[in-house]
């Protein structure tokens, strides 16, 4: 390595966690990981109490009502060992709080493993559930890559691009999830407009993935940072993941058409998943408090104290040809 691309390292130039604002954030009280609280529900996994069992389906997204304190369980259940990808989403009841990647992907790291909590919305910003077990076996991704990461999803438009020739009708994990929200009451009792631009905005959120390869980082080959994903191993049936969740929500989550990526889209089989709910009978820690800001902004909008002029096309200082 050359001199200057060693001074140009940024773990040269970061001294301390002082001077970095990364840090600042993260390791801010409101951010603390009580690790002692989801051991404890681990530990007590033998008294849990199962509320409902249920199969998500190949080729579907469905909605899971999980209340605060349940655990919610994905676990392998085909025969072939085949390692079924799984897209999650969380949004409450009410739909006022949902998962966000631009939250959790910072604050938890690309990788999901034991303990990584999702956190939601700004305005909110609450952890909403937190991953507390993880069973995938180390081979499944090895050294430097992931088994479960923050990411988007596949679309129509990915999949019609890998697969040409597919129906326009064959299902991605966005049309899934579009099926998963469309079966919570709330948007299940829209008016038709209003349900179809809820289920638009809600598909287009990013989430992230189990039981998928995945790498992030500095590759020497691109001599690039890269997100790669790789096919997954077969791996154990009864292998699964489980989440705590701290609120009562719906996990909205899709059984991706790519199914293991072993194959093409067209020539691989997506597999049923069990989908298990458990009553831990142990409360959620308190959230983090954040002091009330909407009324501030909107007030600060409404009152001129942010220009609020509409940006119509003379609203912009145009320069004249004479002035060029
Ligand atoms: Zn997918």
């Not at 631009?197 to 080959?221: H, I, K, P, S, Y």
């Amino acid at each position: 390595m050359c001199e200057n691309h060693k001074i140009q390292n940024p773990a040269d130039v970061l001294p301390s966690a002082r001077d970095d604002a990364h840090l600042a954030i993260v390791e801010a009280g409101q951010f603390e990981l009580n690790k002692e609280h989801y051991d404890a529900i681990i530990d007590d996994k033998e008294n849990r109490k199962l509320v409902y069992k249920e199969v998500l389906k190949p080729h579907t997204g469905d909605a899971f009502l999980v209340k605060k304190g349940q655990v919610i369980r994905a676990e392998q259940m085909n025969d072939q060992n085949i390692a079924q990808i799984l897209d999650w989403n969380i949004i409450t009841p009410d739909l006022t709080e949902y998962m966000s990647y631009g939250n959790s992907a910072p604050l938890e790291g690309p990788y999901l493993k034991k303990y990584t909590r999702c956190w939601s919305n700004n305005g909110m910003l609450h952890p909403m559930a937190t991953m507390i077990a993880d069973e995938v076996p180390e081979y499944f991704s090895g050294k430097e890559w992931g088994s479960h990461f923050w990411m988007f999803h596949c679309n129509p438009e990915w999949n019609q691009a890998a697969a040409p020739g597919r129906s326009v009708g064959g299902d991605s994990c966005h049309t899934n999830f579009m099926h998963g929200y469309s079966r919570i009451p709330a948007i299940h009792a829209m008016p038709e407009e209003e349900k179809r631009r809820t289920l638009d905005f809600l598909a287009n959120q990013c989430n992230f993935m189990t039981f998928q390869v995945f790498r992030t980082g500095w590759d020497e080959e691109a001599q690039d940072c890269i997100m790669d994903l790789r096919p997954g191993p077969n791996i154990p049936k009864g292998t699964g993941v489980e989440f705590y969740a701290e609120q009562d929500c719906y996990f909205v989550i899709s059984s991706c058409p790519w199914a293991d990526m072993q194959d093409t889209l067209e020539n691989v089989t997506p597999q049923p998943v069990e989908i298990s709910v458990w009553d831990t009978g142990i409360e959620p820690l308190e959230r983090p408090e954040w002091k009330e800001w909407k009324s501030t902004f909107y007030h600060q909008l409404s009152n001129g104290i942010r220009e609020n002029s509409p940006r119509t096309e003379d609203s912009y200082n145009y320069v004249i040809e004479s002035e060029k």
